[in-house]
């Protein structure tokens, strides 16, 4: 909180003139984060052919990630530190976004199960993609290639308790 009211040029203790709380402020930025996503996926879904249409999806994700890291960074690293009910409704934002990411990879809940692998998935890139200094063409091709892996290894046919477990938070 001091970094960011510094970086605003007011003191510390004024910042909470301007927000509810730590918390509150991590659930707005990350409710700015998760409904541009399921905005941004939802009108792919609308206006782009399904075959291509997880690839686009691919593509906003990772375009996101490089106008936004900090959100994505919040998103991985800060999400554990939301209570309810915040937590329930930031889960919400979530859970809608991996229903656009099923409604482009199919509708059954083996697809959904995927959707939210390919969202940890591309959560997670930042991690680890940037080291590998590849162009956007070339960053895409391999995300798409992995997500390609993940529909086509993942079994489709899960025990109810293990379908069960996958809806359980994976951030």
């Not at 990630?65 to 994505?72: I, N």
């Not at 915040?86 to 934002?93: M, R």
Request: charged share 20%; hydrophobic share 45%; aromatic share 4%.
């Amino acid at each position: 909180m001091r970094e960011l009211a510094s970086a605003l040029g007011i003191n510390c203790g004024s910042i909470y003139n301007h927000i509810e709380s730590k918390e509150a402020l991590l659930y707005e930025l990350l409710e700015e984060l998760l409904g541009l996503l399921q905005s941004k996926g939802a009108m792919i879904q609308r206006k782009v052919s399904p075959p291509n249409r997880l690839r686009k999806i691919i593509e906003m994700h990772l375009s996101l990630q490089d106008r936004m890291p900090c959100h994505f960074q919040l998103l991985e690293r800060e999400w554990r530190h939301l209570n309810e009910p915040w937590l329930s409704q930031a889960d919400s934002l979530r859970a809608r976004y991996e229903q656009v990411i099923a409604a482009a990879v199919g509708t059954s809940a083996c697809d959904r199960v995927r959707a939210k692998s390919i969202v940890t998935l591309l959560n997670q890139t930042p991690s680890w993609l940037a080291a590998l200094k590849l162009t956007a063409r070339a960053r895409l091709d391999l995300i798409h290639s992995m997500v390609a892996l993940i529909l086509a290894q993942a079994p489709c046919d899960l025990p109810g308790p293990l379908s069960g477990a996958a809806t359980g938070k994976s951030h």
